[in-house]
Structure formats: C-alpha cells, structure tokens
C-alpha cells in the first residue's frame, strides 16, 4: 500500500472510494463520437455475472463507496438490473444511459432498485442532429420518453452532451430541453481522443477557444434550476488522482477516458487493490505535470488535467493538458496526432 | 428533541466508509439513495450510536471531546449532529419502551 509522501496522489488516498464501472461494450445506437466502439452484439469476452458480482463485492469490501455504472449501454445487458441491485445494497450507484429503452416499468424497476441518480446522454437539441450523432432515427424522442419515465418515478436525472462541431450551435436550446424534460443537472463533456471519436476527430472536433466561446455562452443564459458541469481542466476534479475504472473485460483502467491506453491489471484473476499500485497508476495518479498552474492543486485537488487527452496530443504522460486555456500553449485541438494507441 | 432514554443505532443498510486520510468519512444511505460527507465531529458521532441511549451517547461524547469543548458545548454539538444524522436517515433513533 502507498502512504503519504510517496508518490500516488494528490491528494494523496490510501484507496479509492469511488469506481466506474464500464459494464458493456454492448448498445443499440451507433454513435459516431463512441469512445469504446460498442456493436450491437456482445462481445465474447466480456464478464459474466457472476464475475461482476463477486468484483463487486471485492471493491465493496476494499472501501468502494460510490460507483457510476456505464457502458456502451449498460442496460443492454440481460443481467444489468441484477448486477445494479448487487451494487446499490453496498453502495451509492449512478447510471449513465442512453434511455432509449427506458419506458415506465424499466424506470419504476430502476427507482425501485435505488440508483442514485440517472445520466443521459443527448447528442443535439434536435431530431436531425441527435438521431444523426446516433445513427438511429427516433432516438431522440425514445431518450426523452425514458428521461420523463425517470422523473415519474422520482429518479434524479442529469442530461450530457459530448461537445463537438455537429451540436455546438445547439447547446443553449440543449440546456433549455434538459431543463424542460425535468433534469437538474447539465453536464458539458469535452470530446475524448478514443474509439470512434479518435478516427473521426478532425469531423467532430472544435479548437478551444470555440469551445470556450459556446461554454461562456450556455453559463450567461442557464436555465433557471439547471447545474451546469463541465469537464474542462481545472474543473475536471473528478479525475486520474482519485478514480478508478474497470472496463468490460474486468481491466482496471483507472479512468474510462484511459481504455485505450492503459492497463492496470485483468481483475479475473489479480486482487483490485494490486493494481491500485501498479506503478503507471501511481504516476498518474502524483499529478507530476510540465506547466501546471503553481495554485492549480490547492485550489482544484488535481494537477495538470486530464492524462488522456495529453498523452494522445503529446505522447508523454507528464504533458499538460491541451483543453486547459493556461495550458494549451497553441495546440490546436482540432488536429489529433496520429499517435499508435 | 430528543428524550436521554432514547436510543440510536447505525439505520439499516447504511454503509460508512471512513477516509481518515482526509479527516473525514461517507456515508452511504440505500433506503433514501444518497451519499453524505461527515466532518469529523458527525463522523465520530456516527461511531458512537451502536445502540446507546442519548444519555450514554453524552457522556461518551464529552469525554471524547473534553480537551477542546466542555460540557454544555459537547451537549449541543452532540444533539445538533445527531439531529442531521437522523434526518439524512444515517442514525436511527428508537424510543425506549422501557417506564
């Protein structure tokens, strides 16, 4: 086990309490900015339910206290609901979903279940750029049905939007829809340099002061009762330095922006809190950044930003972050290096 | 208000997870699905309710706290945390049947 002053955090934590657990590669939508290239169809080597429920179990007992359930499309599973009602006996469990299978007895069943809090995804404001983003006609319509389900049954919902060029003209009217179909929070998702996103990048992403620009704009006219969060560095706390991740294989990855670029350890067969201390991780993890603002971790608990997107733009795992304005330093965001993954 | 024979236990189904290295711990509440952070001072006493009654619960806390409160400061820190601990659904409070 790591201890103060050595390196692996910062903060530093003895083991982490809070998890994403990235069920399946399974969904039936076909997103063009997918970072994990889910298929209809699952993927042979993906965990099976007694595996998921004997993990959960083990990160329960090593201190999990808080874990967000995330796919593809979680609740494309046939076992998703048993697997969700092993987590939330043991701890706080949130949802990210598509929704568009959601009706009024899957949300009656997911409120009964106990998930915290259920995060949607929208893709545009309106039909011709989310159904477009997803590749399904009517997918809009199916996803806000599922969110008004939700909220019948008293679910908090938040609705996400991953940022880039086909919707960013369409965040205030998003933000006022998200307000309208009953969410109380209004997460803004910078565009991650993984699975489909990645080879469809220059199409998809905008530099940074555009999305500064469409950023400063949504916070000037938020509707009212909406949370705005976003993920732009220093405001993406939530990260490397206290995260874990285990993608649909049972890999520990530490963060669900790293699956393509990590990992800490195959969980079928090495105990969790050993990969913790892989030594990667706890690189990672110190926050041991070039350029990172003196007050950045008094202020932010994090240094330096996101670690996927600096290795993807400069290959180094101590680069800085290019979506923080301090810095970027002139990299142009719209331009991803080819770089093997 | 609380009565000195009532007695207060962990709610069931709550799991707390300590973060000492941060000086604080969490709570998790199934029945009510949220999750709490507690000071140190609601933590430990969150620690303390294993059954006791609000008299014990008194005593325990001003003798855990007596280098930096004394009596009547420990009482009203006790009974305002416990408050909150009851109202988030952390700590159960059950009314002694006894005369």
Redesign the interface.
């Known amino acids: 086990m790591s201890t103060?002053g050595e390196v692996g955090g910062t903060?530093?934590?003895?083991r982490p309490?809070k998890l994403t657990l990235c069920l399946t590669a399974r969904c039936p939508l076909d997103c063009r900015a997918c970072y994990a290239d889910c298929g209809a169809r699952p993927a042979a080597d993906e965990l099976d339910t007694a595996t998921w429920l004997r993990l959960i179990d083990e990160l329960?007992a090593n201190?999990v206290?808080?874990m967000f359930v995330e796919g593809g499309e979680p609740l494309a599973r046939d076992d998703a609901e048993a697997i969700l009602a092993h987590a939330?006996?043991?701890?706080?469990?949130t949802l990210r979903t598509h929704a568009v299978t959601i009706d009024d007895a899957t949300a009656a069943r997911l409120a009964g279940l106990?998930?915290?809090r259920v995060y949607v995804d929208l893709m545009g404001a309106t039909a011709a750029t989310h159904d477009a983003m997803v590749g399904v006609p009517g997918s809009l319509d199916a996803a806000l049905a599922g969110i008004a389900a939700l909220r019948r049954h008293g679910v908090p919902v938040s609705v996400l939007v991953i940022l880039c060029r086909p919707n960013v003209a369409e965040l205030p009217a998003l933000a006022r829809l998200a307000a309208a179909a009953g969410a109380d929070e209004f997460g803004v998702l910078r565009l991650y340099p993984l699975g489909r996103a990645r080879r469809a990048w220059s199409a998809l992403a905008l530099a940074l002061d555009e999305q500064m620009a469409a950023l400063a704009e949504l916070a000037a006219d938020l509707p009212a009762g909406l949370r705005l969060m976003q993920s732009w560095h220093p405001n993406d706390a939530n990260c490397c330095w206290q995260n874990a991740a285990i993608d649909p294989y049972g890999h520990a990855i530490g963060c669900p922006y790293l699956r393509d670029y990590v990992d800490y350890g195959d969980l079928r067969t090495t105990p969790w809190l050993e990969t913790w201390n892989h030594p990667l991780y706890r690189r990672l993890r110190a926050g041991a950044v070039d350029g990172h603002c003196r007050d950045c971790a008094s202020s932010q608990l994090t240094r330096g930003g996101c670690r996927s997107t600096a290795y993807a733009f400069h290959g180094r795992w101590d680069a800085p972050d290019p979506f923080c304005v301090t810095m970027n330093k002139g990299t142009d965001l719209r331009v991803l290096p080819d770089r093997p993954v | 208000m609380f009565c000195p024979t009532d007695r207060f236990e962990r709610a069931a189904?709550v799991?707390l997870?300590p973060?000492?290295?941060?000086g604080r711990a969490?709570a998790?509440t199934?029945?009510r699905?949220?999750?709490t952070e507690l000071n140190t001072t609601t933590w430990l006493i969150a620690t303390l309710c294993d059954g006791a009654t609000l008299a014990e619960l008194e005593e325990e806390f001003a003798d855990a706290v007596r280098r930096v409160a004394g009596d009547n400061a420990a009482r009203d820190t006790l009974h305002r945390g416990l408050a909150m601990l009851v109202e988030a659904g952390i700590i159960a409070r059950t009314e002694d049947a006894a005369p």
Do not use: C, D, K, S
Not at chain 1, 88 to 93: E, G, K
Not at chain 2, 19 to 22: A, G, H, I, L
């Open positions: 103060p903060p530093w934590m003895a309490m329960a201190g206290i808080n939330t006996a043991r701890m706080f469990t106990g998930i915290g | 189904g799991v997870r973060m000492p290295e941060w969490y998790y199934p029945r699905p949220a999750l």
